[in-house]
Nanobody
Framework: QVELVESGGGLVQAGGSLRLSCAAS????????MGWFRQAPGKEREFVAV???????NDYAESVFGRFTISRDDALTITLQMNSLKPEDTAVYYC????????????????????WGQGTQVTVSS
C-alpha cells in the first residue's frame, strides 16, 4: 500500500504564493512519476503538473504554466511552488504517484491507475 502525505496548503491573497509538498511511503517505486491534480467545488479533478521519476522531464496544465513549478526533492518527495495565485486556483490539491509519464506532454490515460493523497486545501482570496 502506498501512502502519500501532502502539506503546505492554506489561505492566500491573489498574487501571493504557496508551496505544496508531497511525501510518498510504503510500497511505491522510486522510479515512479508523480504529480499534482486539483478539484474545485462542483468540478471534476484536473491535471496540474507532472514530473518524471528522475526529475528531468515535466509538464503543466496550460492554466498554470509559467506560474507553478514542480520539482523533485528525492525519489519519494515532490513539491509544487505556486506563484501569482489567482482565485480560480482555489481547489483541493491532490498528490499522485504511479503516473505512467516519461517525457513530453501529459495525457490523462497516464493517470488511470495511480495512488492518491488525501488532498490539501488551497484557497485564494480576491
Amino acid at each position: 500500500q502506498v501512502e502519500l502525505v501532502e502539506s503546505g496548503g492554506g489561505l492566500v491573497q491573489a498574487g501571493g504564493s504557496l508551496r505544496l509538498s508531497c511525501a510518498a511511503s510504503g510500497r511505491t517505486s522510486s522510479r515512479s512519476a508523480m504529480g499534482w491534480f486539483r478539484q474545485a467545488p462542483g468540478k471534476e479533478r484536473e491535471f496540474v503538473a507532472v514530473i518524471s521519476w528522475n526529475g528531468v522531464d515535466n509538464d503543466y496544465a496550460e492554466s498554470v504554466f509559467g506560474r507553478f513549478t514542480i520539482s523533485r526533492d528525492d525519489a519519494l518527495t515532490i513539491t509544487l511552488q505556486m506563484n501569482s495565485l489567482k482565485p480560480e486556483d482555489t481547489a483541493v490539491y491532490y498528490c499522485a504517484a504511479g503516473i505512467r509519464y516519461l517525457r513530453g506532454r501529459f495525457s490523462s490515460n497516464m493517470a488511470k491507475t495511480v495512488d492518491w493523497g488525501q488532498g490539501t486545501q488551497v484557497t485564494v482570496s480576491s
